[in-house]
């Protein structure tokens, strides 16, 4: 597992992959149609230093990505610059819209094996640092909805009958993945549950890379979780990145003057929809925000409010995050073609 298994995508699937982002714009944009003209009014009321505000916060949030792989990365390789986890962020916004989900990973890889590690430890730490952040969404949710259930379960009803059923499955992903990660007992079934595959050459080529990549993914969980300190850096880091999503509807809801809503009750609401969008299916990072954001602020806002702070809520936190990371990719190629590897440690 020496070599990269991901190259940089093609020309021809990047183009394909915008075409589609393009086409599910335009489908946003139809369902928006109705209400195009209070969405133009409370945008145009927006000074340019609260726009500059917003868009600042959402390019936190890959910025702070780039932070937590920085962290994670030099539990292996202890001269990994922040800059390179940063290149790794990008890598990882790019990779996830230009691929349609597919390509975050494999691009990021691609990036750390140029930089020194190899393609084993890489997967399994880039599959950690997912689970923190699984595991940081729902510990934030929980402590949200314990401070605030009884605001919430006197306002809406709506929400409160998709929570327990979003709550189960986020909450058996990450168990399962940290499981995976940690318990000999759980891999040894996963192997034992490899072992029924079909016996043709192919299947058989795939158990033995997947019985390797375990072996991986338990060695560098097991090194990075008996590292205490490492661990809570991780933890603060998801924690602030999240809090800086969360600030988004927020900010978007004070200067476009929409809702009575406090500070705490929108991190509540934008906690339960980063969480509910996690048990829904989305291509490229679209369609489970959206029908979370309208489902869970929909009880709150009107039909044409909610939708105005939606519009500025993705052009923050998607569509401007999205172009600065393909400014951050092109820069992170030039940083590959000039930097030495380091050693692992």
Not at 298 to 313: H, K, N, P, R, T
Request: net charge positive.
């Amino acid at each position: 597992m020496s070599q990269p298994a991901a190259q940089k995508p093609s020309r021809k699937k990047t183009v394909i992959s915008l075409l589609i982002l393009l086409a599910l714009t335009c489908v946003i944009v139809f369902i928006f149609k109705d209400h195009w003209a209070e969405i133009t009014a409370a945008l145009t009321q927006l000074s340019f230093w609260q726009v500059l505000v917003v868009l600042a916060v959402g390019i936190s949030y890959p910025l702070l990505e780039g932070c937590v792989a920085w962290v994670i990365v030099r539990s292996r390789l202890p001269e990994f610059k922040l800059w390179q986890g940063i290149d790794v962020g990008w890598c990882g916004t790019f990779g996830n819209v230009v691929t349609l989900g597919a390509g975050a990973v494999p691009l990021q890889l691609f990036y750390l094996h140029r930089a020194g590690l190899d393609l084993g430890p890489g997967a399994g730490l880039m599959t950690l640092e997912y689970v923190f952040h699984k595991t940081t969404v729902l510990l934030y949710a929980t402590v949200m909805l314990l401070l605030q259930h009884k605001w919430l379960a006197a306002n809406t009803s709506g929400v409160l009958n998709y929570l327990p059923m979003a709550y189960a499955v986020v909450a058996a992903i990450i168990v399962a993945l940290v499981l995976l990660c940690v318990s000999p007992l759980v891999q040894n079934l996963a192997r034992w549950l490899l072992g029924f595959l079909p016996k043709t050459e192919k299947w058989q080529q795939r158990r033995a890379d997947w019985q390797q990549q375990l072996d991986v993914l338990g060695e560098e969980s097991r090194r990075l979780l008996a590292d205490k300190p490492r661990c809570l850096k991780i933890f603060a880091l998801q924690a602030v990145k999240l809090f800086g999503l969360f600030c988004l509807p927020y900010l978007c809801i004070r200067f476009m003057n929409l809702s009575p809503l406090t500070f705490m009750q929108v991190q509540l609401l934008t906690s339960l929809m980063l969480f509910l969008s996690n048990a829904l299916p989305n291509v490229a990072g679209m369609g489970s925000i959206e029908t979370a954001f309208l489902l869970v602020f929909g009880s709150f806002l009107q039909q044409g409010e909610v939708m105005s702070v939606l519009m500025l809520y993705r052009i923050a936190s998607y569509y401007v995050v999205f172009a600065a990371s393909a400014v951050g990719f092109f820069i992170a190629q030039r940083h590959l073609s000039e930097m030495e590897p380091p050693k692992e440690a």
